[in-house]
């Protein structure tokens, strides 16, 4: 994905699978490295949260709770957790993203603000984001987290690929047939099962669809490398 904010080109969601998949701190934690690092101006941050129905409103309200503390302001200050945008048109574009996605529904949990004059955007949480809404087809950019609610595997599956680009996609689960089995429907490049941080100096990076062809790095790493099989059964069961 280019670092521009012309041109879209990854696809990140952060579905939780199952009921407290791992626990609901653990959840928390990993959306925050993945989502708000970097006041979230990396490529591989996560776009749309999808939260399964039944730990949704504790997952909302506990990750609204995390943002409130954190503090915007000068990085050589020790309390300040989050710097600026990297120009004005960024602040922009997550006002905009926060308008549309208000004014089609969805409510602010915290946040929701640029600070006047400055290129500081207030790290912000969305609830009940829909589905036409802008965040769901241009990178955000910013420090805006935008949760939508599902109900089964398939359905998040299908929202995470509604997209023409797929660099980087993340999800969590216990269940180990299912971390398979999603990770190979997941249309994207790079997928972080049970963690929010999957940036490597020795991976191979690069993204499906218009997030480009190819992988750049990683790949030296093998010559230095033993090959290990592992097989599993009974990954389709349950299904």
């Avoid at 915290?110 to 006047?116: A, C, D, M, R």
């Avoid at 087809?137 to 398939?154: I, R, S, V, W």
């Avoid at 097989?231 to 349950?238: D, E, M, N, P, T």
Wanted: net charge neutral.
């Amino acid at each position: 994905m280019t670092q521009t904010l012309t041109k879209l080109l990854k696809a990140n969601l952060y579905p939780s699978f199952q009921p407290f998949s791992p626990n609901v701190h653990f959840l928390i934690s990993a959306a925050i490295i993945c989502k708000f690092r970097s006041s979230g101006q990396t490529c591989v941050c996560a776009n749309r949260i999808y939260v399964q129905s039944s730990v949704y409103a504790d997952f909302a309200s506990r990750l609204a709770d995390r943002v409130s503390k954190f503090k915007v302001g000068n990085g050589l200050e020790e309390e300040t957790t989050h710097g600026p945008l990297i120009h004005t048109r960024a602040v922009e574009k997550v006002e905009k993203h926060v308008n549309d996605a208000v004014e089609k529904g969805a409510q602010v949990l915290v946040g929701g603000k640029s600070i006047p004059n400055t290129s500081f955007f207030n790290p912000t949480v969305l609830c009940d984001v829909p589905a036409n809404a802008l965040i769901n087809t241009e990178e955000t950019f910013g420090p805006l987290a935008a949760l939508a609610k599902f109900e089964t595997e398939d359905e998040v599956v299908r929202l995470a690929n509604d997209t023409d680009v797929g660099l980087a996609g993340y999800f969590f689960s216990r269940d180990v047939g299912r971390v398979w089995r999603v990770a190979e429907k997941l249309e994207v490049g790079m997928v972080g099962a049970n963690t929010g941080l999957i940036s490597q100096a020795v991976i191979p990076f690069g993204g499906v669809k218009e997030s480009g062809l190819g992988r750049e790095g990683g790949h030296g790493i093998e010559e230095y490398m033993n090959t290990k099989l592992i097989v599993f059964g009974g990954l389709g069961i349950g299904a």
